[in-house]
């Protein structure tokens, strides 16, 4: 099955372009695509949370799918990378026009995806040292860092957003960069881990995988 992925963030984008480059892509390489999959939707959410991630559970090794770019699959590179992962893993051929990317079972495009899973890990460096070097500065200024006493902003935060950590999680996304994502410190994490026992079990889980893993 040969599938053509089209996703723009606002109705006041068009998706016929992206459908016109991928059919002449198709056809230039003798390709037929049997099946289209269209949303209206932010590259920010992550692929659970929209078509994108049920249509790749359905895939299976030998498909194909075809998307204009990179940014189509995601706006950050963490998501590209998981989604890359999720291919290569199950075998599904992964076609981006406009670069000309081509990623499958081979050598080379294993090593072009250890290079964006380098670049995703300084991307997350520079986050975390853009993070620190504004608290710097902000406390140069006389800025009072950290909450009031008595107060559980950063944890509300968590809470507002249990389901989106439990798909990081699950995701297998360290809990560093979850911690540098909603831009809190490890110590709050904890806390609201030992408060929910969702967050809790699905640690627990993602542990039992990874030592089975390395068993």
Same mark, same amino acid.
């Given at each position: ?48 949370? &929209?078509?994108?991630?049920? =249509?790749?559970? #359905?895939?299976?090794? @030998?498909?194909? !799918?075809?998307?204009?770019?990179? /940014? ?57 040292? &853009?993070?620190?070097?504004? =608290?710097?500065? #902000?406390?140069?200024? @006389?800025?009072? !860092?950290?909450?009031?006493?008595? /107060? ?64």
């Amino acid at each position: 099955m040969i599938v053509g992925y089209l996703r723009v963030s606002t109705c006041r984008q068009h998706l016929t372009n992206q459908q016109e480059e991928i059919l002449r892509f198709a056809a230039g390489r003798h390709l037929s695509v049997d099946r289209w999959v269209t949303e209206i939707v932010s590259g920010k959410k992550n692929e659970r949370e &929209r078509k994108l991630g049920p =249509l790749l559970r #359905r895939m299976k090794a @030998g498909d194909t !799918l075809i998307v204009t770019e990179i /940014s189509r699959l995601s706006r950050t590179l963490t998501d590209i990378m998981n989604i890359m992962g999720k291919c290569l893993q199950k075998k599904i051929k992964l076609y981006t026009t406009k670069e000309g990317y081509t990623f499958d079972d081979t050598i080379n495009s294993k090593v072009l995806c250890f290079a964006f899973g380098l670049v995703a890990e300084i991307e997350r460096n520079l986050i975390s040292l &853009r993070t620190r070097e504004a =608290l710097a500065a #902000r406390k140069a200024n @006389g800025a009072v !860092l950290g909450r009031k006493a008595g /107060s559980c902003t950063k944890r509300n935060i968590l809470m507002k957003n249990k389901e989106k950590v439990l798909i990081m999680l699950r995701d297998g996304q360290s809990i560093k960069s979850i911690c540098e994502y909603f831009e809190l410190s490890r110590e709050t994490f904890n806390k609201f881990r030992k408060q929910d026992r969702d967050i809790s079990r699905a640690i627990t889980a993602r542990r039992s995988v990874q030592d089975r893993k390395y068993a």
